[in-house]
Antibody, heavy 120, light 112 residues
Framework: QVQLMQSGAEVKKPGASVKVSCKAS????????LHWVRQTPGQGLEWLGR????????DSAQKFQGRVTMTKDTSITTAYMQLSGLTSDDTALYYC?????????????WGQGSLVTVSS | DIVMTQSPLSLPVTPGEPASISCRAS???????????LDWYLQKPGQSPQLLIY???IRASGVPDRFSGSGSGTEFTLKISRVEAEDVGIYYC?????????FGGGTKVEIK
């Protein structure tokens, strides 16, 4: 069955970087884009960007450009999202979710979420 | 960026009764192809969001037919024909027309 298994919780200091992983299984990795969405109490759900594993192209929200890097390792069907220059505002639950390749809609499977806490 | 506004913020419901949630977009989500780029998700307590409806009105696989989506270019509605106890949670709309994809603020559905 389709699964997106994310890495565990992280605690980071302000200014540091965090790298969250999303291990995909149960489907053909290159057939689906992987999106990154975060959830904060104050901001609700927020889309950070996506990676197309087939073309290796990425798109990110302008708000995060320069700070977010999305990559993938096809050999282990895993996508990564690295966020740099962390502040307390980046404290959130980060999700990966898939959509059909070439599309931006219908996130039909989601990871369980990775909690990132930024605290001095 | 496209701003998504949901209403109401909170919706107390009675099991067996219908319920309706609105989502308004700051610009049309109607593509020249005729597709409407609007998804609906339900986040049950303690869980990740789950897809209910995509492209405005298409029910996702496994979603009960008591859920339906409709709408024009900027005004969308999610309807539950007869609410069940398992439908509690927070409902979000998401515009998928153009990046950055943007979510509505959510509607919390709870049983009266």
């Amino acid at each position: 069955q389709v699964q997106l298994m994310q890495s565990g919780a992280e605690v980071k200091k302000p200014g540091a970087s965090v790298k969250v992983s999303c291990k995909a299984s149960g489907y053909i990795f290159s057939d689906y884009s992987l999106h990154w969405v975060r959830q904060t109490p104050g901001q609700g759900l927020e889309w950070l960007g996506r990676i197309n594993p087939n073309t290796d192209t990425t798109d990110s929200a302008q708000k995060f450009q320069g700070r977010v890097t999305m990559t993938k390792d096809t050999s282990i069907t895993t996508a990564y999202m690295q966020l740099s220059g962390l502040t307390s505002d980046d404290t959130a639950l980060y999700y990966c979710a898939r959509s059909s390749e070439g599309t931006w809609y219908a996130f039909d499977y989601w990871g369980q979420g990775s909690l990132v806490t930024v605290s001095s | 960026d496209i701003v998504m506004t949901q209403s109401p913020l909170s919706l107390p419901v009675t099991p067996g009764e219908p319920a309706s949630i609105s989502c308004r977009a700051s610009q049309s989500l109607l593509h020249r192809t005729g597709r409407k780029y609007l998804d609906w998700y339900l986040q049950k307590p303690g869980q990740s969001p789950q897809l209910l409806i995509y492209l405005g009105s298409i029910r996702a696989s496994g979603v009960p037919d008591r859920f339906s989506g409709s709408g024009s270019g900027t005004e969308f509605t999610l309807k539950i024909s007869r609410v069940e106890a398992e439908d509690v949670g927070i409902y979000y709309c998401l515009q998928t027309l153009q990046p950055p994809l943007t979510f509505g603020g959510g509607t919390k559905v709870e049983i009266k």
